[in-house]
Nanobody, 119 residues
Framework: QVQLEESGGGSVQAGESLRLSCVSS????????MGWYRQVPGKQREMVAS???????NYADSVKGRFTISRDSVKNTVYLQMNSLRPEDTAVYFC?????????????WGQGTQVTVSS
C-alpha cells in the first residue's frame, strides 16, 4: 500500500521560512508527478506547486518567487521550500503523487501537515 508522509509544518511568523518534506513508501513504480496542495476550511484544495518528470515546475501565482519545489524521482520524495511566508499561506498542506503502472493511473494523497503563519 502506497503511503505519503508529510513533515515540516509548524507555526512561524510572517517572513520566516519552512521546508516541507514528503516521503513515500510502498510504491512499485516511480511517480510521474508529485506536488503540493493546500486547503483552508471552507475552501477548495488548491495546487501550490507541482513537478512532472521531464518538465518544469508549476507554481500558483500567489507563491511564485517565494516557494520552491524539488523532487527526488528515484526516491519518490518531494520537498517544498517556503520562504517569506505570509499569513495567507496558512493552510493544511498535502502531498500528492501520480503515476502510471501497467497502463493504469494512480493518485495518492498524504494526510496533510498544518502550516500556520502569524503576522
Amino acid at each position: 500500500q502506497v503511503q505519503l508522509e508529510e513533515s515540516g509544518g509548524g507555526s512561524v511568523q510572517a517572513g520566516e521560512s519552512l521546508r516541507l518534506s514528503c516521503v513515500s513508501s510502498g510504491s512499485r513504480f516511480r511517480f510521474d508527478a508529485m506536488g503540493w496542495y493546500r486547503q483552508v476550511p471552507g475552501k477548495q484544495r488548491e495546487m501550490v506547486a507541482s513537478v512532472s518528470t521531464g518538465t518544469n515546475a508549476n507554481y500558483a501565482d500567489s507563491v511564485k518567487g517565494r516557494f520552491t519545489i524539488s523532487r527526488d524521482s528515484v526516491k519518490n520524495t518531494v520537498y517544498l521550500q517556503m520562504n517569506s511566508l505570509r499569513p495567507e499561506d496558512t493552510a493544511v498542506y498535502f502531498c500528492n503523487a501520480m503515476g502510471t503502472y501497467v497502463r493504469r493511473t494512480y493518485e495518492y494523497w498524504g494526510q496533510g501537515t498544518q502550516v500556520t503563519v502569524s503576522s
